[in-house]
């Protein structure tokens, strides 16, 4: 009898199984079927980024800025060129003045010599002679040489004062288009940044709903 009973005892674990296990099947199947009565978050609140709205947003954002940057570098832009003509001008004006006056100044000298010449040779009866026609001439050749190099070097300048107001001009606004290309460049970068950054804010922002909506359902 007592062999029977622990048979059947054993029986009867093999079977059911322990009073354990009975418990733990009991809690798994209570939250399966609580899991599968909650509709899953994304069915009813699928994530949703307005890209177009967000670009907008960020280019509303950024773009006062960098254009006043532009705007700021346009302005010493203006200047320096401004600056540039003006003392071209300045150059120009003072390089003619001196010119006049040197043309003036030779002129004089020329008329005084010839004047002198032809008194020499009047006091000494010789108005009409060769000798006299002879140092009239070497007195306008010297004449011509002087004014002929001055003048070259007045071209000189002139063109060298032309050419160092291209140059700057031409530095200036090569310095412009390069510094236009990096912030426009800059501009359209930060744009993306603020698009990406809205992004992740939003998935955040939907993260934090998905864990509040479950943890309210006591998952």
């Known amino acids: 009898a007592r062999s029977k009973g622990i048979n059947a005892s054993n ?4 079977s059911g199984g322990s009073p354990v296990d009975t418990i733990l099947n009991n809690a798994v199947s209570s939250v399966t079927s609580l899991v599968h009565q909650i509709t899953p978050y994304e069915q009813n609140n699928p994530f949703a ?5 967000a670009r907008q947003a960020a280019t509303a954002e950024y773009t006062p800025y960098y254009t006043q940057l532009l705007s700021d570098y ?3 832009v203006d200047t320096a ?3 540039s003509s003006e003392d071209l001008q300045k150059t120009l004006d003072q390089l003619a003045a001196g010119k006049e006056y040197y043309q003036g100044t030779e002129r004089r000298l020329l008329e005084r010599s010839l004047d002198q010449t032809n008194k020499g040779y009047a006091g000494n009866g010789l108005f009409f ?3 006299k026609q002879k140092d009239i001439n070497q007195i306008q050749q010297d004449y011509g040489a002087r004014t002929g190099e001055y003048n ?3 071209q000189y300048n002139v063109g060298q004062a032309n050419t160092g107001a291209q140059r700057t001009t ?3 606004t090569t310095a412009q288009n390069q510094y236009n290309r990096d912030t426009n460049q800059a501009l359209k970068t930060g744009i993306e940044q603020g698009v ?3 992004q992740s804010e939003a998935q955040a922002q939907y993260e934090a709903g998905r864990n509040s909506y479950y943890q309210a359902q006591g998952l």
């Open 11 to 14: 029986s009867n674990n093999s």
């Open 49 to 53: 980024f307005d890209e177009v709205l």
């Open 74 to 76: 346009q302005a010493n």
């Open 81 to 83: 060129k401004g600056r």
């Open 129 to 131: 002679s060769g000798a």
């Open 152 to 154: 070259r070097q007045y």
């Open 170 to 172: 031409q530095d200036v």
């Open 196 to 198: 990406l950054q809205r």
